[in-house]
């Protein structure tokens, strides 16, 4: 999964390398573009969705884990310094 996000991540980085003098891109040019565009973000869109989701149900226990510890250490500590 990381190799495809790089992929995209390099495929991007070159096409915005490409030379600026070019003539101007005509209309028909520019709808064909911008439909390659929007079908290969759609589908990016679903993958990279589908990643943060794999990460997000990954890392969450383990936050949420670690925010308990240190809230459990944070009541100790006030029960520590009860006056009996």
Not at 10 to 24: G, I, N
Not at 33 to 45: A, C, H, V
Request: proline share 4%.
């Amino acid at each position: 999964m990381k190799r495809t996000l790089t992929g995209l991540c390099l495929l991007v980085c070159c096409l915005s390398c490409e030379d600026a003098t070019q003539k101007p891109i005509d209309g028909k040019t520019r709808r064909i573009i911008d439909s390659i565009r929007s079908e290969t973000l759609q589908k990016y869109q679903v993958v990279i969705d589908s990643l943060c989701l794999d990460q997000e149900k990954e890392l969450l226990p383990v936050y949420l884990d670690s925010i308990r510890r240190q809230r459990e250490k944070e009541i100790r500590e006030k029960l520590k310094n009860i006056p009996k």
